[in-house]
């Protein structure tokens, strides 16, 4: 089993930038290609960004790319989402989450544990 813990999510400015790290325990992340996902209010779950097992590969939803900037530090079981230029309609749950298989992109059902979410909104 592994554990997934999303922080970092808060009220921003359009324009501005935040950082959202999710945290695992009950197995090192080494063993899990990473996706971030993001729901926003009356919408559809999204896959928003992946990165591979030890980092080599990412892979972003075309709306952030340029913007989000998806890494990891596997010494500390960690997985970050760096989000600059931030819109409101970046506005939304921010979820991360596990897969022992690596896509681009990950779809929902690719994932096998997932965090409880951080929130994130941008004011305009």
């Known amino acids: 089993q ?7 999510g808060r009220l921003v400015q359009s324009g501005g930038s935040l950082r959202l790290s999710c945290a695992a325990s009950g197995r090192t ?7 971030w996902f993001r729901q926003a209010p009356g919408k559809e779950r999204q896959f928003v960004a ?16 340029g913007r989000f900037t998806i890494s990891r530090d596997n010494a500390k079981n960690t997985v970050s989402l760096q989000m600059n230029s931030l819109k409101p309609e970046d506005t939304a749950e ?31």
Not at 29 to 35: D, F, P
Not at 54 to 63: E, K, M
Not at 95 to 123: E, F, H, I, Q
């Open 50 to 65: 992946a990165i591979s097992w030890s980092g080599t590969y990412t892979y972003y939803v075309d709306s952030v790319k």
């Open 29 to 35: 992340l080494s063993s899990y290609a990473m996706g």
């Open 94 to 124: 921010y979820y991360c989450a596990a897969s022992r298989d690596y896509k681009a992109p990950l779809n929902d059902y690719d994932m096998d544990y997932w965090g409880k979410g951080t929130l994130v909104t941008v004011s305009s």
């Open 2 to 8: 592994v554990q997934l813990v999303e922080s970092g």
